[in-house]
């Protein structure tokens, strides 16, 4: 596996694949893979004929007092994982060669950042729509697979990809849970013993939404005070939002009558975790 850390090297190599007639797969992380990164790895793998996963914690896309410093790092591990899930090429810039001085440009998409994570994140979808936009154009990759669990992240880059005629494949990939039902994240370190049982409830809530949903309920606001109720039975966890959207729009609903999803960010002492569930509205799927 090649290990690359500048532009000029990544674009370089990207181009070699492309004059071979290859296509490129390209997973996007900031690092602490989990089994969720590696399920990404595979999917990249069945599109494309060479796979790169980055490894960039992006600075711009924390606020201030978030997790940017303590987010969890450790490069020997994440290059054994990637190396072992199949990927060809690893690609790590450091924040200078991605933000050189007098760096002044960046990515907005304006309507579905407004609303879920970007009310009490307002600058964090700017910047990861900048470091994505950015790494596009270093790994000039064919397909590009997200995870679904960021799902206002999938759409964004979804969004952009088409408003700048970006010519790449984006693909959403299921989310992958622990044993528990709690959906892999890098940030789940953060939980200690008694928080890692309560974030249980994020997983609990929207399976019995889907199920409630799946019996007929279209009623948004009952959907929502179910979830809440069994989120805040947790004394631990603090919500954040527990929203139902158009799944494209998101924008919020009052009645399911297109695709939906509910969407929940809940605090933890040092951890905000975010999960979310399709709602179908033509009755169960598989
Ligand atoms: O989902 C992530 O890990 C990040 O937001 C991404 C897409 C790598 C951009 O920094």
Excluded at 78 to 91: E, K, P, T
Excluded at 200 to 205: D, E, P
Aim: overall charge neutral.
């Amino acid at each position: 596996m090649e290990i690359l850390r500048t532009v000029e090297d990544m674009q370089r190599f990207a181009d070699r694949v492309r004059q071979r007639g290859r296509t490129i797969g390209f997973v996007p992380t900031m690092g602490y893979l989990h089994e969720g990164h590696v399920s990404l790895v595979h999917i990249a793998r069945r599109h494309a004929d060479v796979v790169v996963v980055s490894i960039f914690v992006n600075p711009t896309q924390f606020g201030p007092g978030e997790d940017f410093e303590s987010y969890p790092r450790d490069f020997e591990r994440d290059r054994r994982m990637v190396a072992a899930a199949g990927a060809d090429c690893l690609y790590c810039p450091d924040a200078d060669e991605m933000y050189p001085p007098g760096y002044q440009t960046t990515v907005c998409v304006r309507e579905v950042t407004r609303n879920l994570c970007g009310l009490s994140r307002p600058a964090h979808f700017e910047g990861v729509a900048t470091v994505v936009a950015k790494l596009f154009n270093a790994v000039k990759p064919q397909y590009a697979v997200f995870g679904q669990k960021d799902f206002q992240q999938l759409v964004v880059i979804k969004r952009m990809v088409r408003d700048l005629n970006m010519d790449i494949d984006i693909i959403g990939a299921p989310i992958v849970r622990e044993p528990d039902g709690i959906a892999m994240s890098s940030r789940n370190k953060y939980l200690g013993t008694a928080e890692r049982q309560a974030a249980r409830c994020l997983s609990r809530a929207l399976d019995a939404v889907r199920s409630r949903a799946d019996e007929g309920e279209r009623s948004a606001q009952a959907l929502i005070s179910l979830a809440r109720g069994i989120i805040s039975a947790e004394p631990l966890g603090r919500i954040d939002y527990v929203k139902v959207c158009d799944a494209v729009t998101l924008q919020d609903v009052e009645r399911l009558e297109r695709e939906a999803v509910m969407a929940v960010a809940v605090f933890f002492e040092k951890a905000r975790l975010i999960d979310n569930t399709i709602l179908h509205v033509d009755g169960p799927q598989p």
